[in-house]
């Protein structure tokens, strides 16, 4: 699971998604609840067009009775989120957002201890991560929060995403379902933003080796 990134700031966003600049948003290291920046399909249009928000890390579903909820959100396993309650309502919507990031960190085990690594595009260039969004409406109040969570895939056959994360013990290593983000590619947006659910699920992959640079984050 992905715990924390560092998002670019709304003028590398608009560079290169080509959306709508939100001057608001200068770019941060995020963790869970951190507010954060995702593009999602425009809500104000009929035509296929995208919108930058900014909301919370941390999907709040419509049913919640507070924005702070006891179970974490920032991540949804792809293989539940047709049943899972916290997402389900936003896969059957077609909620579907890119998390820009310039970086995403991972846990890795190996040596016996934690030892975060870094991971970013080969390319230069940042991430495009699958996501989920929600706009949540309090109760008491009737205020709108935004809110996202990141798309996790299995990762158990991926040369380098099975090496992150704490194996257990009780497990094979055919079975840890070790976990790795989902990256749409930028000639894919505007498919995972706006076409129909079985379509965008084709696109819901780990990124392929060739694109990821990546090593240790703190030598």
């Not at 990031?101 to 846990?107: K, L, M, N």
């Not at 940042?126 to 996501?131: C, I, Q, V």
Request: charged share 30%; hydrophobic share 40%; net charge neutral.
């Amino acid at each position: 699971m992905c715990t924390r990134y560092i998002s670019p700031d709304a003028a590398a966003i608009e560079r290169h998604w080509h959306i709508g600049r939100d001057d608001a948003w200068r770019g941060a290291e995020l963790f869970p609840r951190s507010p954060g920046a995702f593009i999602r399909a425009a809500r104000d249009t009929t035509e296929a067009e995208r919108e930058l928000v900014l909301g919370q890390w941390g999907l709040i579903p419509w049913f919640a009775k507070a924005a702070k909820l006891t179970f974490a959100t920032v991540n949804a396993r792809f293989e539940e989120v047709v049943h899972k309650a916290s997402f389900k309502d936003a896969w059957r919507h077609g909620k579907r957002c890119v998390i820009p990031a310039w970086s995403f960190d991972e846990p890795n085990w190996e040596s016996g201890r934690n030892v975060w690594w870094r991971f970013r595009r080969a390319d230069g260039a940042p991430w495009g991560l699958a996501g989920l969004w929600s706009t949540w409406t309090d109760p008491a109040t009737g205020a709108e929060l935004e809110s996202y969570t990141m798309l996790t895939i299995n990762a158990d056959d991926h040369p380098l995403m099975r090496r992150m994360h704490k194996p257990d013990p009780r497990l094979a290593p055919d079975r840890q379902d070790k976990r790795s983000v989902v990256s749409i590619e930028i000639e894919d947006v505007d498919r995972w933003l706006h076409a129909q659910a079985s379509e965008a699920a084709r696109l819901v992959k780990p990124p392929a080796v060739e694109l990821i640079d990546a090593g240790p984050a703190f030598m």
